[in-house]
T-cell receptor
C-alpha cells in the first residue's frame, strides 16, 4: 500500500504537554506533509519535509524524517486545547502525480 | 479561509440519483484534486486535473466522473448513488502540475457532505 500509517490512532494529553505522532511508510517518497483537520472541516497544511531533509520546524511544530526507517514524526510542543484535531501525514511520490496519499490520521485531544 | 470554494456544503439525496459537486480553486491554481473521506476508508484520492486535463487517477469508481473547465473550476459527478457513497467530498488545489521535482502543498475546501438515503 502507498498509504502512510499513523501511530497512535488516538492521543489524549493535558494542556502544556507535548504530543508526538508518528507516520511510517513502505516505498520511497518525494516529500512528506502533515495536515490538520478540525472536526468536519477542511484539511490545513502544517509542514512539508523533503526526502533530503531530516528535520523542520514551524512555530511549536517539529517534524523529523528518517528515510532509512521510512518514518516521520510530528511533535507539538506546549500543546493547547485549540490543538485538538486530527493530524494526517500525506505522502508525495513525485513523478507525474502531484496527488497526496493520506494516512488514516491521529486524533489528538488536548484537555484544558 | 483557504481560498478554495466548494458548493453545496450539504447534499441529501436518494439511492440511484445523480449529483454534481462544484469546486472553484484558489486564484491562480491550475491543479484541482478530489478526495473522498469516510469513516471506514479514511481520505481517498479520487482524481486530479491540471489546466483542464486529467493528470492522475486514484480510487475513483466508474459511476463517478469529473472535469475541469476553461475557467479552472471543476465538477465531480456522482451517479447511480448508493448508500456507501455517503461521505465528505473535498476539493483541493495547488499551484503546479505535480510533475517530478515539485514540492507542493494542497489547499483544501471545506467539503461537501453527501448523504445518500
Amino acid at each position: 500500500s502507498q498509504q502512510g500509517e499513523e501511530d497512535p490512532q488516538a492521543l489524549s494529553i493535558q494542556e502544556g504537554e507535548n504530543a508526538t505522532m508518528n507516520c511510517s511508510y513502505k516505498t520511497s517518497i518525494n516529500n512528506l506533509q502533515w495536515y490538520r483537520q478540525n472536526s468536519g472541516r477542511g484539511l490545513v497544511h502544517l509542514i512539508l519535509i523533503r526526502s533530503n531533509e531530516r528535520e523542520k520546524h514551524s512555530g511549536r511544530l517539529r517534524v523529523t524524517l528518517d528515510t532509512s526507517k521510512k518514518s516521520s514524526s510530528l511533535l507539538i510542543t506546549a500543546s493547547r486545547a485549540a490543538d485538538t484535531a486530527s493530524y494526517f501525514c500525506a505522502l508525495n511520490y513525485g513523478g507525474s502525480q502531484g496527488n497526496l496519499i493520506f494516512g488514516k490520521g491521529t486524533k489528538l485531544s488536548v484537555k484544558p | 479561509d483557504s481560498g478554495v470554494t466548494q458548493t453545496p456544503k450539504h447534499l441529501i439525496t436518494a439511492t440511484g440519483q445523480r449529483v454534481t459537486l462544484r469546486c472553484s480553486p484558489r486564484s491562480g491554481d491550475l491543479s484541482v484534486y478530489w478526495y473522498q473521506q469516510s469513516l471506514d476508508q479514511g481520505l481517498q484520492f479520487l482524481i486530479q486535473y491540471y489546466n483542464g486535463e486529467e493528470r492522475a487517477k486514484g480510487n475513483i469508481l466508474e459511476r463517478f466522473s469529473a472535469q475541469q473547465f476553461p475557467d479552472l473550476h471543476s465538477e465531480l459527478n456522482l451517479s447511480s448513488l448508493e448508500l456507501g457513497d455517503s461521505a465528505l467530498y473535498f476539493c483541493a488545489s495547488s499551484t503546479r502540475s505535480g510533475t517530478g521535482g515539485t514540492n507542493e502543498k494542497l489547499f483544501f475546501g471545506s467539503g461537501t457532505q453527501l448523504s445518500v438515503l
